[in-house]
């Protein structure tokens, strides 16, 4: 239970609670009362006719009860008028703030009425509700209903003993809905997005927070709080079912930075090569013309994060240096108009971090859930310092498999993109480079990558073009082995020259 709404007012009476209630626990509220009170309402009208409103009670299919109350069916003086009054009573109390509560307190959202803590015991209750909901106001408040108990003890009593099986009947088939509503999200789930990763601290996790009203909730599932939809404790909708949570305000659950995921399929790949190999260039050029295809095949593209800025993508030819340690990731959506939304996340990475060091901090969480590597280098430097590539290549390769865990001789079950930069100057086709590499004294390092991860395959970009349709393939390559729907059209659509 909650003292407050959540919008700061203390203790909100029936009418509020029931504007800011869903459609879907009105009507649990409606089916559950109504034959309890129909039950009971029938059950006064017989009492009143056959016995004149004595002290006495028609429980209507069961008994009649004549005669003096034991125990708390104390008896009732007053003649018709008081029983009348005793079941308005007990119809009052079940409409009063407390057994009409169902804001969340922890998780800022309404549960179902059926499901809310103690909803059983709650719900036997409300015909007691006008001592509840008094005692919990000011317990002085509470004498009034607490005297006015012989009016209404009996007809509180039964409308209590009707409730039970109408609630039951109620809660199976609110529980039956969620069962069936949760098994198809997590496999919608499972299957279409996988998880979220937080472009600041890099990490991934099952789901993200959600915000709603400027305060943080759980990420919206099927459950306790909702089927279809959920109510924020301000009265605000909130989807909560696969495909319909896009437009969500999200927050990392570990930095509780405000990051986008638009509830779409992660493919995380970072960018590794020695310093100046031209790896901002170049996913600076391939987010410009993955963009540019997807537009033209009905794929919407979103670059929420700074570093794929319009502004960044104009001024790629002259892009500085990455500078070491843990910066946020860069993240593009892409989005087709049936089917699911994909995210590539890149991981642009200092080429100072690919240099030996004792010291070195290992930050690079994004390694244990990494869809692909793509590793630049410049063709010129190789070419003179092959010994430098080989380097660069061992220390990134040792923070790879020492975050990932992998064995010593276990091959890495993902794609490795090796690229060669700068084709502007180099003018190597993507057939050439392993030849190149080869022939410059790079026997060891192909012979290394080829026995470390199971596919490899070599390419020759420049991110300085016109239209550097090139410096696309390597990150669709990789993409569309992670599972990537849009990857492949997008792919074609390049070579088409669309």
Not at 80 to 94: D, K, N, Q, R, T
Not at 389 to 414: C, D, H, K, V, W
Not at 447 to 466: C, H, K, P, Q, W
């Amino acid at each position: 239970m909650s003292e407050t709404d959540g919008s700061g007012e203390s203790n909100p009476g029936p009418i509020r609670r029931l504007r800011l209630m869903g459609a879907a626990n009105k009507t649990m509220i409606a089916a559950t009362y109504i034959p309890a009170l129909a039950y009971s309402g029938l059950a006064m009208v017989l009492s009143i006719l056959t016995f004149g409103g004595e002290a006495a009670t028609v429980i209507p299919g069961i008994a009649e009860l004549s005669g003096p109350y034991s125990g708390f069916f104390s008896e009732q003086p007053w003649g018709i008028y008081a029983v009348a009054a005793g079941f308005a009573l007990s119809a009052a109390g079940m409409v009063t703030s407390e057994p009409l509560d169902v804001l969340g307190d922890s998780n800022r959202v309404q549960y179902l009425w059926t499901h809310r803590p103690n909803a059983f015991i709650r719900c036997i209750a409300a015909p007691w509700g006008l001592i509840t909901s008094a005692w919990k106001r000011n317990k002085l408040f509470a004498i009034a209903p607490i005297a006015a108990l012989p009016l209404y003890a009996v007809w509180s009593a039964m409308i209590s003993a009707a409730l039970i099986v109408p609630f039951i009947i109620a809660w199976a088939a609110v529980s039956h809905s969620i069962s069936k509503a949760q098994k198809k999200e997590r496999l919608e789930y499972r299957t279409s997005t996988r998880f979220a990763v937080c472009p600041c601290c890099r990490r991934k996790f099952s789901r993200p927070l959600a915000v709603c009203d400027g305060e943080e909730i759980d990420y919206p599932v099927p459950g306790r709080y909702g089927i279809k939809s959920q109510i924020s404790n301000k009265g605000r909708r909130i989807p909560c079912t696969h495909g319909t949570r896009a437009s969500l305000e999200t927050k990392c659950p570990y930095c509780l930075q405000t990051i986008p995921t638009r509830e779409s399929y992660p493919v995380c790949i970072p960018l590794a090569g020695s310093s100046g190999a031209g790896k901002t260039t170049m996913m600076l050029a391939a987010s410009e013309m993955i963009m540019a295809a997807a537009k033209k095949i009905d794929i919407t593209s979103e670059a929420p994060t700074t570093g794929l800025s319009p502004d960044a993508i104009a001024c790629r030819n002259s892009a500085p240096p990455t500078e070491p340690g843990a910066i946020d990731s860069e993240c593009l959506f892409l989005k087709p108009l049936s089917g699911t939304g994909s995210e590539i996340v890149f991981c642009d990475i200092s080429g100072r971090e690919f240099q030996a060091r004792k010291d070195k901090d290992l930050f690079e969480e994004y390694y244990k859930y990494a869809d692909g590597i793509v590793f630049v280098f410049d063709p010129r430097s190789a070419r003179t310092d092959m010994e430098g590539l080989m380097n660069a290549f061992n220390s990134f390769y040792g923070m790879f498999s020492t975050i990932r865990g992998i064995a010593p001789g276990e091959p890495a079950a993902i794609r490795f993109a090796m690229v060669a930069s700068k084709k502007d100057i180099s003018g190597m086709e993507n057939t050439e480079v392993r030849a190149y590499l080869l022939k410059n004294g790079g026997d060891a390092l192909v012979r290394t990558i080829e026995a470390l991860f199971e596919d490899v395959r070599y390419f020759s970009e420049s991110g300085i073009e016109n239209r550097p349709k090139a410096s696309a393939a390597p990150i669709l390559w990789v993409a569309e082995g992670a599972g990537m729907e849009s990857a492949g059209r997008i792919s074609k659509s390049l070579d088409a020259n669309i």
